[in-house]
């Protein structure tokens, strides 16, 4: 039979064991799981060995790393928007503040180039920079009122002048939005000035032409008028006149009794009663 202190060395054992393999399970679970990295979709990593980047680019999805010595860093190759704000001045010496939305990317490829010489906060060191002298060096070509009414042609030559820049750097301009454009308030008012005087400008114009018009329409109905009196006349014979009176000559012999007014205040209209009834 086994003693007391035989069972307890015997527990202890086994305690011992357990101990281990708990142990051992625990570092190989670590291990493991820092045996493998995983890279999401829409980026591209990179080997990072005790602080040195390798050049190989991983896909997206799991990747095998030495544990504890080898990292994963992600790099997004997604769009990606930064956006800025400028103070400027433009070619008539107008103060201006310019916001602008820069959506970009980084060439896959390229991606070492840009962490192992950049770093990750090439925006920041890198886009916001560019686009701010971009934009001052833009807005000086233009006048105040030009960059309102350009906006589209100043976001294009923003556009190209940041393409290149940033394409030393393996950055790929997608898109360029200027947001606003905010002026001083004395320069927004001789604008709104301006537009109520071009405003008053074609409304007096417009009554202008309309006064004109209705002139040349009074004109050719005049015109129309004298035309047709002038064919009236015209048609005026002397046979129609003589009809003319032979009518008012019938009218008022309907009307008379066969007897002369006894007081006339003026002269009795002649009739030819025998040019009526044919009688000499």
Same mark, same amino acid.
């Given at each position: 039979?086994?003693?007391?202190?035989?069972?307890?060395?015997?527990? !202890?054992?086994?305690? #011992?064991?357990?101990?281990?393999?708990? *142990?051992?399970?625990? &570092?190989?679970? =670590? %291990?493991?799981?820092?045996?493998?990295?995983?890279?999401?979709?829409?980026?591209?990593?990179?080997?990072?060995?005790?602080?040195?980047?390798?050049?190989?680019?991983?896909?997206?999805?799991?990747?095998?790393?030495?544990?504890?010595?080898?990292?994963?860093?992600?790099?997004?190759?997604?769009?990606?928007?930064?956006?800025?704000?400028?103070?400027?001045?433009?070619?008539?010496?107008?103060?201006?503040?310019?916001?602008?939305?820069?959506?970009?990317?980084?060439?896959?490829?390229?991606?070492?180039?840009?962490? !192992?010489?950049?770093? #990750?906060?090439?925006?920041?060191?890198? *886009?916001?920079?560019? &686009?701010?002298? =971009? %934009?001052?060096?833009?807005?000086?070509?233009?006048?105040?009122?030009?960059?309102?009414?350009?906006?589209?042609?100043?976001?294009?030559?923003?556009?190209?002048?940041?393409?290149?820049?940033?394409?030393?750097?393996?950055?790929?301009?997608?898109?360029?939005?200027?947001?606003?454009?905010?002026?001083?308030?004395?320069?927004?008012?001789?604008?709104?000035?301006?537009?109520?005087?071009?405003?008053?400008?074609?409304?007096?114009?417009?009554?202008?032409?309309?006064?004109?018009?209705?002139?040349?329409?009074?004109?050719?109905?005049?015109?129309?008028?004298?035309?047709?009196?002038?064919?009236?006349?015209?048609?005026?014979?002397?046979?129609?006149?003589?009809?003319?009176?032979?009518?008012?000559?019938?009218?008022?012999?309907?009307?008379?009794?066969?007897?002369?007014?006894?007081?006339?205040?003026?002269?009795?209209?002649?009739?030819?009663?025998?040019?009526?009834?044919?009688?000499?």
């Amino acid at each position: 039979m086994e003693t007391g202190t035989q069972q307890q060395t015997k527990r !202890n054992m086994s305690v #011992g064991k357990w101990i281990s393999t708990t *142990i051992i399970v625990i &570092v190989v679970l =670590i %291990v493991g799981s820092n045996s493998y990295a995983q890279v999401e979709y829409g980026h591209v990593g990179l080997y990072k060995t005790f602080g040195k980047l390798n050049d190989n680019i991983l896909g997206p999805g799991m990747h095998f790393k030495i544990p504890f010595v080898q990292t994963v860093i992600q790099v997004n190759t997604q769009v990606t928007k930064t956006e800025t704000d400028t103070t400027a001045s433009s070619k008539d010496l107008q103060p201006v503040s310019t916001h602008v939305a820069v959506n970009y990317s980084v060439n896959k490829e390229s991606a070492y180039n840009l962490m !192992n010489n950049i770093g #990750g906060n090439y925006d920041t060191v890198i *886009i916001n920079p560019a &686009v701010q002298e =971009i %934009v001052k060096e833009v807005t000086a070509r233009y006048q105040a009122e030009e960059l309102i009414a350009k906006r589209d042609v100043v976001a294009g030559e923003i556009s190209e002048h940041l393409t290149s820049r940033l394409a030393k750097y393996d950055l790929i301009v997608n898109e360029i939005n200027i947001v606003n454009f905010k002026f001083s308030d004395a320069f927004n008012q001789s604008i709104e000035a301006k537009q109520v005087a071009q405003q008053q400008a074609l409304k007096a114009s417009n009554d202008l032409k309309r006064i004109q018009i209705e002139a040349q329409q009074k004109i050719a109905q005049a015109e129309a008028e004298a035309e047709a009196l002038k064919l009236k006349k015209q048609e005026v014979t002397p046979e129609l006149v003589q009809l003319k009176q032979i009518e008012v000559q019938e009218k008022a012999l309907e009307k008379w009794d066969g007897k002369l007014p006894q007081v006339t205040g003026g002269a009795t209209p002649f009739i030819d009663i025998e040019s009526l009834t044919g009688q000499r």
